[in-house]
């Protein structure tokens, strides 16, 4: 079997003051509430916005779904911005994007206005979600990688709460007011997330890749377990970008960049990948994919929707029962930042997908039974209905939600790392854009038990697609990830094309110097 032949996991080293990698992974993390917040407040704005704008039901799921789709311009452009400006100002930027696009739906008149608005919302979620979990991956140790990088997630979730609650607390707001405060008010908390981020460090890897080899060493000291640590972590970085281990200074020259760089980094992930490379592909865009194509976010945006089907009929009761969906996935979301390192990614993720399974199961057959009796109240199946959507929404936090992000930021090699992430983030929202555009319409087509049930299966072909292709990356280095995919030591991170141009350059302009 595929998995048996996977090198173990190295065991991390005992956990040391992390407490500064700390501060600047959850600022760094703070964009996602941002997508959060949107994902959780539409759940309950649609109620409003259909019936203010007297909108279709397939306009409706267009505008709730449109976001993820938008949000491919920002995932793309951030990779090359982010190599550009740095990871830091990048996320400023991305805070910057939102704020605007919040601030136009809070004020939208019609629905082009607040297509618009959601347009430019999404570039900001786009760059928010590519950006946190790479930078907080490139500046965390590996002793708490996991636990730092799933941080991203965790401010998914608290977002998610957030509009949970921002829609409980303004539905009793006149109707063309309320919904348009539920989204405007979104734009506050970016412009303090972007003061907060300039306090920030640099990513060492970024600034290794500019030649800033004194600023690297003095984050990686601060991020490090030990200083041991740190230097070996500066050595790595500076293999995988290609500068010479004997080429030391505060600043180092750095080669001109080739006008066919860009190209040639599409070659090495894309076009003409080494094995190692081809599966690492695959696993970060597999990932990516099996995340929203098992139903979260039909559960999540549509939960209004869902409980109404089960039998829930009052818009305070459909709100409440929504805000517990958002409590539950930000209790296990806690859970799952402390087992990462511990347990590991891979028995967390298996077990997750497996709860996820049994729980998509036994919300579709309890949204049959209740289907099947329209005219009365079956208890029995409407505890299952709601039990289940708890559970689903559990077993998706404590692991397929945040590993998901974990994984993907780590594996992919350095010099294909913005693009990989970004490719990951796109598939991620295509996918998330297709479930929650057709939901509404799919629902109508073959029951909502029917569509529970479809995703019950797509999460079952997941388990398989992870057991066979996914191994254990916890305690690993970032540069040693290839090693775990099948890599050689003559091709793990092997200098391709220019690269050994590159090098021979960098040696000329330090003889120079």
Known sequence: MASAALPEAVEPKKKGNVRFAFACAILASMTSILLGYDIGVMSGASLYIKKDLNISDVQLEVLMGILNVYSLVGSFAAGRTSDWIGRRYTIVFAAVIFFAGAFLMGFAVNYAMLMFG??????????????????????????ARGFLTSFPEVFINFGILLGYVSNYAFSRLPLRLGWRVMLGIGAAPSVV???????????????????????AKVVLGKTSDTPEEAAER??????????PAELDGDVVAVPRRESNEEARVWKELILSPTPAVRRILLS???????????????????????????????????L??????????????????????KVG??????????????????????????GHHPDAKVPWAIGVAIASTMAYVAFFSIGLGPITWVYSSEIFPLQVRALGCALGVATNRVTSGVISMTFISLSNAITIGGAFFLYAGIAALAWVFFFTFLPETRGRTLEAMTKLFGA????????????????KQLEMASAAN
């Not at 300039?198 to 004194?214: C, H, I």
């Open 345 to 370: 990614r891979r028995p967390l993720l298996l077990s997750s997908v497996a709860g996820m399974i049994f729980s998509l199961a036994g919300l579709a057959t309890g949204l049959t039974v209740i």
């Open 193 to 215: 997330l972007a003061l907060m981020v300039l306090g920030m460090p640099e990513s060492p890897r970024w600034l290794v890749m500019k030649g800033r080899l004194a600023d």
């Open 118 to 143: 959601r347009f430019v919302a999404g570039v900001g979620v786009g760059y928010a979600l590519m950006i946190a979990p790479v930078y907080t991956a490139e500046l965390s140790p590996a002793s």
């Open 284 to 318: 970060g865009l597999g990932i990516h994919f099996f995340q929203q194509a098992s139903g979260i976010d039909a559960v999540v945006l549509y939960s209004p929707r869902v409980f109404k089907s089960a039998g829930i009929t009052s818009d305070n009761k459909l």
């Open 320 to 341: 409440g029962t929504t805000c517990a969906v958002g409590v539950t996935k930000t209790l296990f979301i806690l859970v799952a930042t402390f087992l990462l390192d």
């Open 488 to 503: 050689t030591d003559e091709d793990d991170l092997k200098p391709q094309d220019g690269a050994t141009k590159d090098k």
């Open 234 to 243: 500066l050595a790595d970085i500076k293999a995988a970008a290609g500068i």
